[in-house]
Structures are given as C-alpha cells and as structure tokens.
C-alpha cells in the first residue's frame, strides 16, 4: 500500500483529506498545533478482525494500550492550545471477565501527559447486539473520554444538544405561596424573614416577566444543606441570610450522555460504523466554526462526513486503502454528485 492522500476537496475555505497511510508517520509529517479537534475510535483490543496485523491484533492489552498511547503522543502534538481530544473505546472481556480497556486507557493518558479529562461522555446505544447471556447483561453504551491541554479549551455548551428552550411557568396567584409559609415556621430571626420575602418578591417578578423559568428556595433548619457541603455559594447564603434561591432558566441540561442507535452502512466494508449523528454533537461543542478536525483512525469515514455537514475542514488517516476508498465513497455521496468531477483523486 502506498501511503498519501487518497483523496482531497475543497468546499469554499474548508479542505477535506483522506489520508492513507500509518497514523504515526502522517501524524509526524503534519504542523504542529495545527488542530482544533480530534475525535477518533482506535480498533478495540481482538474485538474484530480488522486485518491480520495491526492494532487492534496484540497479544496482550498492555502491548495494545501501548500501541495507542504512542501515537495518542503524535496527536497532541498537533493539537492547538485550545484544542479537544475525543477517544471513543470498546472493552474485552475474557473468560467471563471485562478488561477495563477503556478507562486503561484514560488512567494512562492521565499519567502520561499533562492533559486534563473533562468529561467521560456515554453513549447508549438504543439498538446493541441482540445476545442472549444467561449470567451477565448486554454491553450497550460505550465511553467518549474527552481530554484538554489546559483550561482555556473551546467549548460551546449552547450548541451542544440543541432542543427547544422551556416555555416559562404561568405565574399564578399562589406563586411562592408555600415558601412565604415555611419563612414564617422557620427558626429565621425577622430580619431574615425579611430578607427573604423581599428576595421571593424579587424572583417571583422575574418568573412573571419571562426572565427567568422557575426558581427554587432553601431555608435554613427546614431544608437539606446545598448538595455536598460545598463552602461558599449556596452553603454560605444560607448560613449568612437564612435562606438561597435557585433560578432555573428553562434551558435544557447538558448532560454527559448521547443516545443513538448504531449505524450500519450497506456495502461499506467497516465492522464498526460509529453514528454521524453522536460525533456532529461533539463538533457543535468542541470545534470553532471553520476549524480543523482530525481522525488518525478514520474507518468507515464518519468523522469526515460530520465535519463536512459542520462546517469543519478535516483529516482522516487510515492504514487500511480499502477504508480510505470506502471513506472517499462516503464524502462523494455526501457532497452529492455535482461535486464529482471536481474532486481530485492522488491514488
């Protein structure tokens, strides 16, 4: 197999290539701190049989978590300060056993760079491989660990997840009706009494404009202490004032967890397709508008297609040319067949 770009286009300002070729060498040849964001899923440890050799196809997990953990090296040399590191994993399990390969792989990464890990996403997959296991239950969600090079990384929660905002409550007559109460049986001397029904008529007029959803209050030696002891913030408005209020905006929480059934793609030869619709989530959050993105284990191509139907430039690596077609085929359909005479093919 020759290594090289196997394919490139260009959509307006934003550049697309395929790479086909061994991920630490082509990591090796690229500018450093070139990078936005990596989003990316390594062969899982004897899970398929993507070649005869390769990774993937170690004899022990520590060779293979060796394996990645060098070229995950590479990657974080071209990675912008600002940059974001995705790693999707699998696990094994052997004689009954679960490995652990994933978060090995994290408690590595950990010990080996100084990188932080914000968030260990789940993906919970609403269509797993139907088994029947008569003494253990069906694996159906795999993690997206995501690391940074430091605090300052992007991120941009509102887009992350889009759903529409909560209609504001209808305020009505009684609003805050059971609070006023509960101040008056409370142990709060009058003047903080006084405090808090002013700061209830405060957030109640914010309900009634719209400016905020609902709201929440805690009073001292009738409600349970904030949520873990925390000093300062909610813990200290209750000890200094008697009481804290809590505004609830409407807007949806994010949450750690992605739901999405697994892809299947007639004729693509890739035994492990992950959703284009999970690592379009994950752009929306971690890449700017017009960056770059890169996958050194490009597979089945769908990264490519996210970053293409984001707005993002991209790179994909793979060592297998069969892959690299395969991805290739996918961007073609994807940009539709108006834009075939265009692309430039350097097989």
């Known amino acids: 197999m020759n290594s090289g770009v196997i394919y490139s286009h260009r959509v307006r300002d934003l550049e697309y290539q395929v790479i086909c070729g061994d991920s630490d060498a082509e990591l090796a040849a690229m500018a450093p701190r070139s990078v936005d964001l990596v989003v990316t899923s390594p062969p899982y440890f004897q899970q398929r049989e993507y070649s005869e050799e390769g990774l993937g196809n170690e004899e022990t997990v520590e060779q293979y978590l060796e394996s990645i953990v060098t070229t995950f090296a590479k990657v974080v040399r071209v990675m912008k300060p600002t940059g974001n590191i995705v790693y999707n994993m699998g696990d094994k399990i052997i004689d009954g056993s679960m490995l652990l390969v994933p978060y090995r792989f994290a408690l590595k990464v950990l010990e080996d760079f100084s990188l932080r890990l914000v968030n260990d996403i789940t993906w919970v997959k609403s269509n797993p491989t139907p088994h029947q296991f008569s003494r253990r239950l069906i694996a159906s969600t795999e993690p997206f660990f995501h690391f940074t090079l430091g605090r300052d990384y992007y991120y941009d929660r509102k887009a992350f997840q889009r759903s529409e905002r909560k209609r504001p409550s209808k305020p009505t007559k009684k609003l805050g009706g059971k609070y006023r109460e509960l101040i008056e049986s409370s142990s709060l001397s009058q003047c903080e009494k006084d405090g808090a029904h002013q700061a209830l008529d405060e957030v109640i007029e914010d309900v009634r404009k719209g400016r905020i959803h609902s709201f929440r209050m805690k009073i001292r030696g ?8 925390q000093e300062g913030g909610r813990k200290m408005r209750i000890e200094r004032y008697g009481f804290t209020i809590i505004r609830i905006s409407g807007e949806p929480l994010k949450r750690d967890v992605i739901e999405n059934p697994v892809e299947s793609l007639p004729g693509n ?18 890449c700017p508008e017009g960056g770059k993105v890169l996958d050194p284990y490009l597979g ?4 490519m297609v996210a970053a293409l139907l984001e707005g993002r430039s991209c790179v994909g690596i793979d060592i297998s040319r069969d ?6 085929e996918r961007m073609r359909n994807t940009l539709g067949e108006s834009a075939a005479p265009v692309m430039e093919r350097l097989l």
Not at 222 to 229: F, L, T, V
Not at 300 to 303: K, L
């Open 222 to 229: 009738i409600h349970a202490p904030a949520y873990g002891g």
């Open 269 to 286: 030869g890739h035994p492990a397709v992950f959703p284009v619709k999970v690592i379009r989530e994950l752009i929306r959050l971690l």
């Open 300 to 303: 089945s191509g769908s990264t």
């Open 323 to 328: 892959y690299c077609i395969d991805a290739q």
